[in-house]
């Protein structure tokens, strides 16, 4: 059964930053993507970032590519999310997930976006940034 613990969530001011945290347990770690996702409450939910485990490679929504940075420190079960350059548009309750094993061929689709489709995931953290 994985489990995950958010923190780092907050009220930050436009141009400002955080870094998100989500200690993951419960899963072996080879068979598991690990990524964000974000949703605002009567919204859908989007994908913000996630990291394969084909070979390590991050993968970024369009509007926070540049912005955020995805990490994940595998020897302490742990994954982060740098957010830079915070604006209003990224307030939203934000979840640690994973994506369970899923083959080469689905993360090198350039036709998708793989960080969509989580299978688990954590309660959330929540990034508030006024406008």
């Known amino acids: 059964q994985l489990q995950f613990v958010e923190s780092g969530g907050g009220l930050v001011q436009p141009g400002g930053s955080l870094r998100l945290s989500c200690l993951v347990s419960?899963?072996?770690?080879?068979?598991?993507?690990l990524g964000w996702f974000r949703q605002v409450p009567g919204k859908e939910h989007e994908g913000v970032s996630c990291i394969d485990n084909v070979d390590g490679r991050q993968y970024y929504e369009a509007s926070v590519k540049g912005r955020f940075t995805i990490s994940r420190d595998n020897a302490k079960n742990m994954v982060y999310l740098q957010m830079n350059s915070l604006k209003s548009e990224d307030t939203a309750n934000y979840y640690c997930?994973?994506?369970?094993?899923?083959?080469?061929?689905?993360?090198?689709?350039?036709?998708?976006?793989?960080?969509?489709?989580?299978?688990?995931w954590g309660r959330g953290t929540q990034v508030a940034v006024p406008s």
């Open positions: 997930a994973a994506i369970r094993l899923r083959p080469p061929t689905y993360w090198r689709d350039p036709s998708r976006f793989p960080c969509e489709k989580f299978d688990y």
């Open positions: 419960g899963f072996t770690q080879e068979y598991f993507a």
